[in-house]
């Protein structure tokens, strides 16, 4: 079946940095588009950024837009989101998703806190 499994959060200072990764498991991953999506405290689930199947093609929302980066290495099933100057609004779970067949992850919590 499919499974997608998020690391990486934490606890992280305004400005600094952090790596989230998703490994797959149970589909041809390196076929399928993925996406990042996050939901904040009080806040509703939002989109974050896309990763076409081949990698070649990412889109961002405007609140991430220069400070992320989407990618994926199809030989370990995994898709990754690098966060950079991160700040407090990006406080959040995030979760990955497989848009065919609207497959969620259980998400990770990201905390930006001094």
């Known amino acids: 079946q499919v499974q997608l499994v998020e690391s990486g959060g934490g606890l992280v200072q305004p400005g600094g940095s952090l790596r989230l990764s998703c490994a797959a498991s149970g589909f041809t991953f390196s076929i399928y588009n993925m996406k990042w999506y996050r939901q904040g405290p009080g806040k509703e689930r939002e989109w974050v950024a896309t990763i076409s199947s081949n990698g070649r093609i990412t889109g961002f929302a405007d609140s991430v837009k220069g400070r992320f980066i989407i990618s994926r290495d199809n030989g370990k099933n995994t898709v990754y989101l690098q966060m950079n100057s991160l700040k407090p609004e990006d406080t959040a779970v995030y979760y990955c998703?497989?848009?065919?067949?609207?497959?969620w992850g259980k998400g990770t919590l990201v905390t930006v806190s001094s």
């Open positions: 998703m497989r848009p065919t067949g609207n497959y």
